[in-house]
Every structure is written in structure tokens, then in C-alpha cells.
């Protein structure tokens, strides 16, 4: 499938705050509005004056060179650091005061660079824990083993399977999680992502050990999550073919700064890109 026919040539408009956003969210609240985000360590800035808007059903791309702060935006983002200046919005709520478990139960959930999930529990068991604030039984209900508590264990059963069929592994529920092969395991991690029922899904480096059927499956599934659950995600990725395949808009970090911002058109086009990642990948590549 083509880049075009993949983003369905969305047409990006511009918001009132001078940000772009895809068409069909110019309507909405945007999911998240970051305003001069940053944060120090030891008097080195690690993100500076990091600024963004995204629509409720965007699908936007985090590129940048290692050591760039694309991490660091997303631990900024879900409050594993607490910035240093400049404020972040979620659907018009101010985060400021929110800690790790406030932004999960706000609405924003993440996966890692680094697989991480709960190995000696079965995949099912692994996506129930990001259903913890969905189904509640009570723990009265639980220990007495009343009607309620049975009715909350199917309710989860069934939204477990639901969840699991986006990837076809509805069939591994039973499985423990570690003995999963690399790719399923990274498709775990964003199923029980999605199990929280986000507004804003964080994808870091999803695509990471992913040969290329793998990754042609995870263009085509990140695409249908956006549709299907109607939320906005924000994925960071070397692999430039799924970040221009799927992205409709693109932040480039550069030493913690952002250095462009645009469409994939626009961000292939922009020699400060070039220069600073695109091409130095090139010459490596050669």
C-alpha cells in the first residue's frame, strides 16, 4: 500500500493556536496541547521548549538522531519526570499536578522501548492489568465469591479476547508472556496499552526487531486502532518508512529542541532535517 493511500491524504489545517491538525479534528478539543515543555538535569537541558498540538484522532511521529530526548518527551509526558517549565494540557485539563497513576487514569498510556511486560504471567493475565480501571467487582464481592465477582471475571474474559483479536492472538491468551516470540511480545505491550482505555496512545520505537511483514502488519494495525477506538497516538521510530507510511504529522528533535515540524512531504524536504538525521542515516546506510 502506498504512503498517500495509507494516510488517506489527510489534509492538515491549521488550528487557532497556530498548530496544525488533521482536517476531520478541527471541530474537536485537541487531545494534547504542549506549551515550552522542558526539563533540566544537573543545569544540561535534555528537552527545551518542546511545543505541540495534536488532534483527538492524529496519528503523529517523534523522529530524531539517539540521544535526541524522544524518550524523554514521553517520560515528560506521563509524569515518570516532572518538568521544569512550560505546561501540557489534555483535552483542555491542565497536568501539572498529576503523577504517573493520574495520567494513566487521565487517559495517556505508553509502551516501551524496551519490552516490558510481566513474564511468568499468561498474555491474558498481562492485558487484565491494564483493565484494572475498567471492570471493578469490589473486593467484598471478590472474597465471597458473589454473582458480581463472576460477572466481572467474564466482562473481562470477553474485553481480554476483544483486545487480543486486533492482533489475532486471541488463540495465545494462555500463554505465558515471556515465551511469546520478540514481535508478539511488542503486540502484547500495546494491547494492554490499549486496555487502559487511552485517549493518547505513546508508541516508543514499536516497530523495534520487527522484520518487514511484522512491520507492514503494524503500519496496518496502528491505522486500524486510530480507527477503531477513535483516539490519537504519538509514536517514536527509526523506521522511516512506517513514520512517512502512517504519520500525518512530524516532530523532529535535535539535541532536546525541536528543529522541524510538518507533514512527511515537508519533513523530507526540510535540509535541517537532511543534515541533522535523514542524510547522516543515508550515509551510514551506504
Known amino acids: 500500500m502506498s504512503e498517500t493511500k495509507r494516510r488517506q491524504q489527510t489534509h492538515m489545517v491549521p488550528y487557532p493556536s497556530r498548530a496544525i491538525v488533521p482536517e476531520r479534528d478541527l471541530g474537536s478539543m485537541p487531545v494534547l496541547e504542549c506549551s515550552h515543555l522542558g526539563i533540566e538535569f544537573?543545569?544540561?537541558?535534555?528537552?527545551?521548549?518542546?511545543?505541540?498540538?495534536?488532534?483527538?484522532?492524529e496519528i503523529g511521529g517523534l523522529i530524531g538522531p539517539n540521544g535526541a530526548g524522544k524518550t524523554t518527551v514521553f517520560n515528560l509526558l506521563t509524569k515518570v519526570y516532572q518538568p521544569t517549565h512550560g505546561t501540557m494540557m489534555l483535552e483542555g485539563r491542565d497536568m501539572g499536578s498529576m503523577n504517573t497513576v493520574d495520567v494513566s487514569k487521565a487517559g495517556i498510556a505508553r509502551t516501551f522501548q524496551n519490552i516490558r511486560l510481566f513474564n511468568n504471567m499468561t498474555v491474558e493475565e498481562n492485558v487484565r492489568i491494564g483493565l484494572h480501571n475498567q471492570i471493578r467487582a469490589g473486593m467484598f464481592?471478590?472474597?465471597?465469591?458473589?454473582?458480581?465477582?463472576?460477572?466481572?471475571?467474564?466482562?473481562?474474559?470477553?474485553?481480554?479476547?476483544?483486545?487480543?483479536?486486533?492482533?489475532?492472538?486471541?488463540?495465545m491468551a494462555d500463554e505465558r508472556a515471556g515465551s511469546l516470540p520478540y514481535g508478539a511480545q511488542r503486540r502484547l505491550e500495546i494491547v494492554r496499552a490499549l486496555a487502559t482505555n487511552p485517549k493518547l496512545l505513546l508508541l516508543d520505537e514499536p516497530a523495534a526487531g520487527?522484520?518487514?511483514?511484522?512491520?507492514?502488519?503494524?503500519?496496518?494495525?496502528i491505522i486500524?486502532?486510530?480507527?477503531?477506538?477513535?483516539?490519537?497516538?504519538?509514536?517514536?521510530?527509526?523506521?522511516?518508512?512506517?513514520?512517512?507510511?502512517?504519520?500525518?504529522?512530524?516532530?523532529?528533535?535535535?539535541?532536546?529542541?525541536?528543529?522541524?515540524?510538518g507533514t512527511p512531504e515537508e519533513i523530507q524536504a526540510n535540509p535541517a532535517v537532511i543534515e541533522a538525521y535523514l542524510g547522516k542515516r543515508k550515509e551510514a546506510e551506504a
Do not use: Y
Open 42 to 57: 544537573g543545569g544540561l537541558k535534555a528537552v527545551d521548549d518542546f511545543s505541540v498540538v495534536m488532534g483527538r484522532t
Open 141 to 171: 464481592s471478590g472474597i465471597f465469591r458473589l454473582p458480581r465477582h463472576w460477572k466481572a471475571e467474564k466482562a473481562q474474559h470477553e474485553k481480554t479476547l476483544e483486545l487480543l483479536n486486533i492482533f489475532d492472538m486471541a488463540g
Open 210 to 221: 520487527m522484520n518487514p511483514h511484522e512491520t507492514e502488519e503494524l503500519m496496518e494495525n
Open 224 to 261: 486500524r486502532i486510530r480507527d477503531q477506538f477513535q483516539i490519537a497516538i504519538l509514536l517514536i521510530e527509526h523506521d522511516m518508512n512506517l513514520v512517512m507510511g502512517i504519520c500525518e504529522d512530524i516532530c523532529v528533535l535535535n539535541f532536546g529542541k525541536i528543529i522541524a515540524k
